[in-house]
């Protein structure tokens, strides 16, 4: 019941955006080329599902660019948190470094990357991809590394903890809510990622390429059919990292539904 109270306002208004939009586009007349109504959209998914444009196998495709690259930018930016945290010297270095990989204009980077790794390589989105997911995690992590209460240190000392005890014990405990708040921001920039890479060339069998050849050829319902496969795949990632979160921290006050003091 809980449940039905929390999820029902939201469904709610989902569902009343959605007749609004198909009542606007039929009565005011609007051409499908300008708006689809999301009957038109609906339709032209399930038409090209597998068939003509086959979404469904170009979804697979971008999402294993994207997981790729979302599983390399993670990586990278876990260990340079760490590092950063365990040599606070370098901090002077490596932030300003990976500030200036964060500004990389990612339309400017995605033809730069196909031309490195191959533009039908996949190696090349998940390059880009990788690009996106490493700031919000490497600065995430970090945060939760470093932000921990002098006393807590304090405390584990005087049990005679050592180094490694403490890394495991207090500084990864402390660290895993702001890491895992930036997995939730890096699995839908991946996504992003791994589509504009597509977008600048790359196997006919992605959502990238599937939006440039529908868009080129008026086919904007299966434009807009791909785009909706590519946010429902984000909001499946998501709810994914949420439920990784209730399944690790589920002490956490985040988790329990309760505001920190």
Known sequence: MDALRRYL?????????LVAWEVLVRVSGVQGFVLPAP?????ALVENWTDGYAIFPAARVTLYESMGGLAIGTVLGVSTAFIVSRFPASRDTVLPLAIAINAIPIIAFAPLANNWFGILSPISKMAIAATLVYFPVMINTLRGLTQIEPAAHELMRSYAAGASAITRQLEIPNALPYFLTGLKVATTLSLIGAVVGEYFGGLSATLGRVVVSAASALRFDVTWAAILMVSVTGIVLYLMVVGLERLLIPWHPSVRGETPA
């Open 9 to 17: 306002p939201a469904t709610l208004i989902g569902l009343g955006v």
């Open 39 to 43: 009957s038109a959209i609906w339709a």
